[in-house]
């Protein structure tokens, strides 16, 4: 089987999109009977072999995001899906490339599997809610509508968490799969944990450690997040780092230049260096509400790290009762209240507690699993007719 996955990443920052598809490079490299070609947006065009993988990079236009480029020549990738003859597509990308896809299928049957990573409309109405309530809602119904043409022409939708139909049943997408995404259980360990992580930072041991990793962009509330660290006991009991790039790093940036108890990290490139993060921080806040699945929190909850989240988000999918807290969207003073319950709690058991559900719910080769099964259920009646 062949699989072919269009997708939108920077390749010098990190996303959940990137992780995705490095996580399934892995996997491939490890089961002959897949092939593998990853075409995806880039400075300058290119192909590489990326294990058993093939990465084909098409030159792309500049986009509001560091690093993230758009893929506009539409014939050139449907010219390249059609020259590699996949059995399924997957789409990674909820902007332009889905175009190039539905045109490379026109005349031969594949499967093109749309995969809805990121609530688009509701973070489009977050980036313009100081403009009104009138025009916040209709570039989310204008987003909803561009959304909608895409994932209905898809054979399928995959939606990382269960939240998301409501949303895609307003676009009139019904035919839906619900799959998460992953983690990786060996790299994000509570073993991971490093003294000298903490002393480089200049935080004692008896200090407590709110970590953030992901997108520095307003859809991620980051504010909600310092307003509710504000609230905070002060004098040092509990120290806020941050770790990412993006739109609003600057500003973060600035926040702990000015704030004595914030340290920013800026972007971590290296897996080893992020797990290290995690494990040796103490809980992980994700203040943002539209988040369709949370790569950042598996990521922590795997490291040994209780969540503090928001309700009916992709993060609450990842909390349990022994794992963490689900507050309300946009509240700082329920999101303070959460954190001081679990920085309470045992970190002897949570850690366990927090890698065990992680690694036995979400670790990618149970993921990928689930997606191949999809895929050969997919090819099923093509093959069915061939045979008859």
């Given at each position: 089987m062949?699989?072919?996955?269009?997708?939108?990443?920077?390749?010098?920052?990190?996303?959940g999109v990137r992780t995705y598809i490095e996580s399934k490079i892995d996997y491939v490299r490890h089961r002959p009977y897949l092939d593998h070609v990853v075409i995806v947006p880039g400075a300058k065009a290119s192909i590489r072999m990326h294990g058993r993988s093939k990465v084909i990079v098409v030159r792309g236009v500049r986009s509001p995001y560091p690093g993230v480029r758009l893929g506009l020549n539409l014939f050139e990738v449907a010219?390249?899906?059609?020259?590699?003859?996949?059995?399924?597509?997957?789409?990674?990308?909820?902007?332009?490339?889905?175009?190039?896809?539905?045109?490379?299928?026109?005349r031969r049957r594949t499967p093109v599997i749309g995969v809805y990573h990121t609530d688009v409309p509701a973070c489009l109405r977050h980036w313009v809610r100081r403009t009104g309530s009138l025009v916040a809602s209709a570039v989310e119904r204008l987003a909803e509508f561009y959304e909608g043409l895409i994932y209905r022409r898809c054979t399928v939708t995959v939606l990382l968490n269960a939240a998301m139909a409501n949303r895609v049943a307003r676009m009139g997408v019904h035919r839906t799969r619900l799959l998460p995404c992953g983690v990786d259980p060996d790299t994000f360990h509570p073993n991971r944990r490093s003294a000298a992580f903490r002393d480089d930072l200049g935080i004692a041991p008896?200090?407590?450690?709110?970590?953030?990793?992901?997108?520095?962009?307003?859809?991620?509330?980051?504010?909600?997040?310092?307003?509710?660290f504000e609230r905070?006991?002060?004098?040092?009991?509990?120290?806020?780092?941050?770790?990412?790039?993006?739109?609003?790093?600057a500003s973060v940036a600035r926040y702990a230049d000015t704030h004595p108890w914030v340290r920013y990290l800026g972007h971590l490139s290296s897996r080893d260096e992020l797990a290290t993060a995690y494990a040796s921080a103490d809980l992980f806040v994700a203040p943002g509400r539209y988040e369709t699945f949370g790569m950042?929190?598996?990521?922590?909850l795997c490291s040994g790290l209780p969540i503090v989240g928001i309700e009916d988000?992709?993060?609450?999918?990842?909390?349990?009762?022994?794992?963490?807290?689900?507050t309300r969207a946009?509240?700082?003073?329920?999101?303070?209240?959460?954190?001081?319950?679990?920085?309470?709690?045992?970190?002897?058991?949570?850690?366990?507690?927090?890698?065990?559900?992680?690694?036995?719910?979400?670790?990618?080769?149970?993921?990928?699993?689930?997606?191949?099964?999809?895929?050969?259920?997919?090819?099923?009646?093509?093959?069915?007719?061939?045979?008859?």
């Open positions: 062949k699989v072919c996955d269009l997708a939108l990443f920077s390749e010098s920052t990190s996303s010219a390249l899906i059609k020259g590699e003859r996949p059995d399924v597509i997957e789409v990674n990308c909820q902007y332009t490339l889905a175009w190039a896809a539905f045109l490379a299928t026109r008896n200090q407590t450690i709110l970590f953030y990793a992901g997108r520095l962009s307003p859809e991620k509330e980051l504010d909600v997040l310092f307003a509710a905070l006991p002060g004098g040092g009991q509990y120290v806020l780092v941050l770790a990412g790039d993006g739109p609003q790093a950042s929190t598996a990521e922590a988000s992709g993060t609450a999918a990842l909390i349990t009762p022994q794992t963490g807290i689900a946009g509240d700082a003073a329920s999101m303070a209240d959460a954190i001081s319950a679990v920085a309470s709690w045992r970190p002897d058991t949570t850690r366990d507690a927090c890698h065990r559900f992680a690694s036995a719910q979400f670790a990618w080769d149970r993921v990928f699993d689930r997606y191949v099964a999809m895929y050969h259920e997919l090819l099923a009646p093509a093959a069915a007719e061939r045979s008859a």
